[in-house]
């Protein structure tokens, strides 16, 4: 056998033995997104701060190895993680770890604020087309900061940051953490103009604000930061996993399963449980549970993504696997990245019948997917493998493991709770 072939073969991959009803209860862990804020923001206190319900993924510890290479004190164990900034003593991130993940650029804003200098790689992150940092950029400069792209890496300076009106000129979550991040080290006010309004970007601001920052107006398109307030440690509890909370629901509905998530924010969800409704999935909400049932064949829909409260970019994919099989003909277009739908090949591999018109995947609903190998190339193509596999009668293979461990934190262990049967292979676990 080639050596480059058996390699392949032995590698890690999740196996899941497809047709099982989910059933039961499943906690969501911590955001992603907003840990991926805020663990850098702890760089801007005075003393060590307490971070619960942070998920136990990839992402949270590269950033963690980055912070300790800055020279921050950092423990992380069951989902608590303790960071002492006080001995940070250096402004630059190495590219070995930056390259790894898109949040990692958020560093740039911070070390910017402590040390008056900064140098960042620029960001790697999933595969899901042209990713610029312009409004980055045109933020830290409004605010005060040279920043300049040379060597791929952002070097940014400042002879003193002082607020500023800033027109972000298209709405980026990015964007608007990194120029928050900026604000509340600038002299006097800033008002951010067409923010973001994720979860995670409100949630940021809460913690900042429990640091002693004063930021108004996070979750709306008009941000204003108070800046140069002095910022201590606090202990604060990042909110739930906006993403994962809508690949718990949409796998149970794929499965024709019964499921109650908890530990979610239901009304950070809306435009996912409005499409599962109009599919004929039944969708119940109390407190921070979730109950999703279904049954029978589901209806097409037609899904457009959008910045929140918009459908979200990052469930179109796992949203694929479960329209793959609904009665009739359901579209999915993508607005916010280019390559975002060229994962659907996988599931077509699958037994899906689903169709490329530029930005548009059309989706005639098949009868059944079946089990293959296949490979996640990003993050949410993986989420979308996943439940295809669950749909599917047989075996399915998904490659690429080290892609779905970015971002969700024990998922294997999550779905064999709920009765399924998924397995980790080729890593000795
Ligand atoms: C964040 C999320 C990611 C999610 C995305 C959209 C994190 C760590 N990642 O990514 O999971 O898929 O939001 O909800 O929170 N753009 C520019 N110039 C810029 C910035 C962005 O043209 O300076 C464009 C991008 O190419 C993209 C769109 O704006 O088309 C949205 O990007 P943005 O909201 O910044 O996404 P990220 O912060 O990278």
Partial sequence: MLEGVSMYIMSERMRIHGGIPLKGEVAVSGGKNASLAIIPATLLASSPCTLENVPDIEDVRVTIEMLRCLGAEVEFENNVL??????VKHHSVPYEY?????????LAPVLLGLFKRAEVPL??????????????????????????IKGGAIHASTKGLRGADVYLDMVSVGATVNTVLTAVNAS?????????????VVDLANFLNSMGARIKGAGTDTIRVAGGRPLR????????????????????????????????????MEALSAKLLEMGVYVG?????IHIRSEGKLRAVNVKTQVY????????????????????????TETIYESRLLY????????ANIRLFGRTAVLDGADQLNGAPVTANDLRAGASMIIAGLMAEGVTDIYGLNCIQRGYDRIDEKLRRLGARVEILGTGR
């Fill in 98 to 106: 930056a390259s790894l993940m898109r949040a990692s650029y958020y």
């Fill in 309 to 332: 409260p918009g459908f979200p970019t990052d469930l179109q994919q796992p949203m694929a696997a479960l329209l793959s099989t609904a009665k009739g003909s359901s579209t999915i």
């Fill in 233 to 268: 440690g606090s202990t604060y509890t990042v909110i739930p996993d906006q993403i994962e909370t809508g690949t718990l629901m949409i796998a149970a509905a794929a499965t024709r399963g019964d499921v109650i998530i908890s530990g979610a924010i239901p009304t950070h």
């Fill in 344 to 351: 659907v090949e996988e599931l077509n591999r699958m037994g």
């Fill in 123 to 148: 960001p790697g992150g999933c595969p899901i087309g042209a990713r610029p940092i312009d409004q980055t950029i045109k933020g830290m400069t409004a605010l005060g900061a040279d920043v300049e």
């Fill in 82 to 87: 303790l960071v002492d900034p006080t001995t």
């Fill in 188 to 200: 006097g006010n800033t008002t951010i103009h067409n923010s973001a309004k994720e979860p995670h």
């Fill in 285 to 289: 909400e109390e407190d921070d549970r």
